[in-house]
């Protein structure tokens, strides 16, 4: 999860990060205000905020392999990626999921091509442990199935070696067994493009011929297991593979031409202009070469268009450079503004209404939309993730857009707030819990067929964007009774999906701690006693996994390993913010467990106001794919400072309004805190 070695240091007999008082209530403040100005300087003139989101190598890799498919290479550019890619490779030669992890033998494929393509000799050092890696796996045959249809357009392995995905798909009716409307939208809007690259077999330029030959253990065109077997549906599946490549001649030509036509029909209503298809790097790319591959010339304004919104995922550095998979500015914006808020609510009240008008100008409305297929009579109002992506508004977003809006103070927001509040509890699944973008897409039996190898087709309910919809819905429920039948049945979701440890699943961030932190989030927001078990269990376990030096941390290999959950070898800033946010949701601000992380908090502070934590933070997709989100050091540690300076602020009126006499600098047992009976300047809440 990090990109150097850190040893555990146990730091639990450290003392506060003051001993006084006076200085503890001066370092929370000072830290809690450069935090905030660092975090407003960063604010977009719009009033948006946007960071980084950083993916594995495989992403600038196939941004490089793009470049050769075309035969057009931007030889600066393409250095500057093979410099960033060459400074991520691990020891063992390999190239993770994400930053310290175990290697993959798929994004090791696509560097080692890559970086031969940028002219990297085969036998200088890196590239010979890399190439002995791919080589120990197996070789690029087992790749998975994306790697090796990039290498069948490179003419590196046979069709036979992907699935069998042909355009024909677009014909299917609704009822038939594979249908684009039963599986996620990430899935739909990368699938269709491949559909029509597939099954042309589309070829690459690959104008210096470059192959990887010396990848394979067994020649390419002699290999005979690029599929593995794991269960009887799979077999079938596989089964049905072997028929349709048989039966392809059998398509009459008018149908074919009829679903060649109606894929590009599809994607180019969602081209979504210079945000591109989906939103998201792989689909943009496949709508791209898909244009070119059906004669659409270069200057067509949708080709040009579709080729800006790739180019807009560069971060290009002085010596380096990578490619975003996508943009987060709603997500970024919104949790900016919730820890703003709870920073300093009145003070930072410009920067707030800039936000604000930014987002309510990008909030949905009766633009044409997927989810409107299982819900043709519901109102629009969500929120996409990207600056633009209207056919995709996501519901753990719109939740969290919202509820900042609820939570604000800042005037006109209330025909936002509820039309999005409406349309979260239109996007209820039937078990009551809530996907990312669609309802009840929990076909699962569609995991087995051989182009789902990675098991990330669907998009079920989870716990996180779950928790955030009850938060939601629990805020804004007062004098808006029609809200609680949805919230009632999402809190029997939650209360289902509680692990026998007591924590929850995080489908969206890493892991078990991001699930609990948004499960108690959204909880106390409800009526529910803070002596549910829904709460003391949760609790229990988050102290249960603190670290000896008061952090907590979490390794994504706890999607691998569940014995793994809620550990790791050292603490970071944002899980820490994470858990301790969860505790005070909890009712544990007093507690030694919430001190301690403070301080871990505190002591891990940077000159410049913000955190540095060299880790990714969150699952595109568990086991498969996983993110770097930049702004989470940045504003989820000043949002717990804040919390936590307010509730003891909270916590100090409220004795000194029931006439308790203080001593300064009285430790109470009950609380643990230094600094728990004394006022601390700076709430403006």
Aim: charged fraction near 20%; aromatic fraction near 12%.
């Amino acid at each position: 999860m990090f990109n150097e070695t850190n040893s555990e240091i146990n730091t639990g007999n450290i003392s506060s990060s003051s001993n006084t008082v006076n200085n503890y209530a001066f370092d929370l403040n000072r830290a809690i205000s450069k935090a905030q100005d660092k975090l407003l300087s960063l604010q977009d003139k719009d009033g948006y905020w946007v960071f980084e989101l950083e993916a594995d190598c495989s992403i600038p890799s196939e941004y490089i392999m793009m470049m050769h498919y075309l035969g057009e290479i931007d030889e600066p550019l393409q250095a500057k990626i093979a410099n960033y890619l060459r400074s991520r490779q691990s020891e063992d030669g390999s190239y993770p999921l994400f930053t310290g992890g175990a290697g993959d033998l798929s994004c090791s494929v696509k560097v080692y091509f890559a970086l031969k393509m940028t002219g990297d000799a085969i036998d200088a050092p890196h590239m010979t442990r890399l190439r002995n890696y791919i080589l120990s796996r197996g070789g690029a045959a087992k790749a998975n199935v994306f790697t090796r249809i990039a290498l069948a357009t490179f003419e590196q392995l046979p069709w036979r070696g992907v699935p069998y995905i042909p355009v024909e798909i677009m014909l299917f009716p609704s009822w038939f067994p594979f249908h684009l409307d039963k599986v996620s939208y990430w899935s739909r809007t990368v699938m269709v493009p491949l559909f029509i690259l597939c099954t042309l077999k589309a070829t690459a330029k690959n104008p210096n011929n470059i192959n990887i030959l010396e990848l394979f253990v067994t020649h390419p065109d002699e290999e005979k297991h690029y599929f593995p077997e794991r269960t009887t549906l799979n077999r079938i599946f596989l089964g049905l593979d072997k028929l349709g490549r048989v039966t392809r001649p059998l398509i009459p030509k008018k149908a074919h031409r009829l679903a060649v036509e109606k894929a590009k029909d599809w994607f180019v209503e969602r081209l979504n202009g210079e945000d591109g298809l989906g939103g998201i790097f792989p689909a943009m790319v496949g709508s791209y070469e898909a244009m070119l591959l059906l004669g659409m010339p270069k200057d067509h304004p949708h080709v040009v268009t579709a080729r800006k919104a790739i180019d807009k995922l560069l971060v290009i550095n002085e010596h380096d450079a990578y490619c975003q998979p996508c943009l987060s500015p709603v997500w970024d914006t919104a949790l900016a503004a919730l820890a703003l808020q709870e920073a300093d609510k009145t003070g930072n009240s410009q920067s707030l209404t800039r936000a604000y008008d930014w987002l309510k100008s990008k909030q949905l409305s009766d633009e044409p939309g997927d989810w409107r297929i299982s819900k043709p009579d519901l109102e629009g109002g969500g929120w996409a993730f990207q600056f633009e992506n209207p056919h995709y508004p996501d519901v753990d977003d719109t939740a969290v857009v919202a509820f900042a809006m609820a939570e604000s103070n800042v005037p006109n927001l209330d025909e936002s707030i509820h039309r999005a509040t409406r349309w979260i509890v239109g996007m209820q699944s039937k078990n009551g819990g809530y996907g990312a973008f669609d309802v009840d897409n929990t076909n699962y039996y569609l995991n087995e067929i051989p182009f789902a190898d990675h098991g990330a087709l669907l998009d079920p309910p989870t716990s996180d964007v779950s928790a955030r919809c009850a938060m939601l819905m629990a805020r804004v429920a007062q004098d808006h009774a029609e809200y609680l039948p949805a919230l009632e049945r999402t809190i029997d979701y939650i209360r289902s999906e509680q692990e026998q440890d007591g924590s929850w699943f995080g489908r969206w961030g890493t892991n078990y701690i991001y699930g609990t932190w948004s499960v108690l989030l959204g909880l106390e927001q409800t009526s529910l006693p803070k002596n549910d078990p829904l709460y003391t269990k949760a609790a229990h376990w988050l102290k249960s996994v603190q670290r000896g030096d008061g952090g907590w941390g979490e390794d994504n290999y706890s999607y691998h390993d569940l014995s793994q959950s809620g550990k790791y070898r050292f603490s970071t800033a944002f899980q820490t913010a994470w858990a301790v946010l969860a505790l005070m949701a909890a009712g544990e601000a007093h507690s030694h467990e919430v001190k301690a992380g403070i301080d871990f908090i505190l002591r891990n502070q940077k000159a410049d106001g913000v955190w540095n934590d060299e880790c990714f933070t969150a699952p595109g997709f568990p086991k498969v794919f996983y993110l770097k989100y930049h702004g989470y050091d940045k504003f989820f540690p000043l949002w717990a400072l804040a919390r936590y300076r307010n509730e003891l602020n909270r916590h100090t009126d409220s004795r000194l309004a029931s006439g308790m006499h203080t001593i300064p600098g009285d430790r109470h047992a009950s609380s643990g805190l230094a600094c728990d009976i004394h006022t601390i300047p700076g709430d403006k809440n």
